[in-house]
């Protein structure tokens, strides 16, 4: 694709982070995208606004920095030779504790959003992208992977539902038989959200409020989506509704819910 016109954006979005700011957080971004020039863009906009950056031009390379360092977030590329970016979202999304996942793809209708949500991606984004937008997004998924890393004590943290275990803190669900089942970030931001807020309808403004919140500008697709993911997993390992759509409304936790 032609990177000029992401040049002229990013330049329009440098950083005037001050130094003193920058090195106050430094969270690991690794940029995984087979085209030279906008890896390199995304990289440095990111750099200069106080994020370690790697990239990487392939996932096999993105594999091979992985396995040395665990970076806090991911901005993944769809199309790419090779094994491509939904392959590695749903590798990524496989493994417990995994980084947060954006996608960025030229494939920016809501078929292909919704495919990139479901094989486990946390955001997408169509391309070319504001960078300001992406670095938003990129900012509101680190903090709530940090809000998460920052609760040590785990009392009080287990929420229990019709045999169902989650302990937020772990990010740990299991099912009745206490097998662990694994879930995004958005799908655990969801699910913590509905047993917060149990047998109470919630509609899909506070979804986006309570799990995701206004800064990610994720769009009401996105959480049907993901809400239907979460769904196949806990139907998965039972036939029970859980999680039930009112028309209209919104969706609600049916179960009762007790804090541990």
């Known amino acids: ?19 003193m700011m920058m090195m106050d957080m430094q969270p690991f971004v690794l940029v995984v995208d087979d085209d030279p020039d906008l890896r390199r863009l995304i990289s440095e906009f990111l750099g200069e606004h106080g994020y370690q950056v790697e990239a990487a031009e392939n996932v096999a390379e993105m594999r ?6 665990r970076p806090d977030l991911i901005v993944l590329d769809v199309m790419m030779p090779g094994e491509d970016g939904l392959s590695a979202a749903r590798s990524l999304a496989s493994e417990r504790g995994g980084p947060a996942v954006i996608m960025l793809s030229a494939l920016g209708d809501d078929t292909d959003r919704i495919i990139g ?16 937008e992406l670095l938003a997004r990129v900012r509101a998924l680190l903090r709530r992977s940090q809000v998460t890393a920052d609760l040590a004590d785990t009392r009080g943290n287990v929420y229990e539902f019709a045999g169902w ?4 803190v772990r990010r740990d669900l299991r099912d009745p038989t206490g097998i662990f089942i694994n879930l995004s970030d958005g799908e655990f931001a969801l699910l913590r959200t509905f047993v917060e807020h149990p047998q109470r309808v919630l509609s899909r403004d506070q979804l986006l409020d309570y799990a995701r919140g206004r800064e990610t500008e994720v769009y009401d697709r996105a959480i049907d989506s993901q809400i239907s993911r979460l769904r196949r997993k806990i139907n998965e390992r039972v036939h029970t509704e859980l999680i039930r759509t009112v028309r209209n409304e919104g969706y609600m936790l ?4 007790t804090r541990l």
């Open 1 to 19: 694709m032609d990177s000029l016109g992401y040049e002229h954006a990013f330049e329009r979005g440098q950083a005037t982070t001050s130094p």
């Open 64 to 69: 091979r920095i992985i396995s040395q360092r």
């Open 117 to 132: 949500l479901e094989v486990g991606a946390d955001d997408y984004l169509a391309k070319p992208c504001n960078p300001r």
């Open 165 to 168: 275990r989650l302990d937020i």
């Open 254 to 257: 049916l179960p009762a819910v």
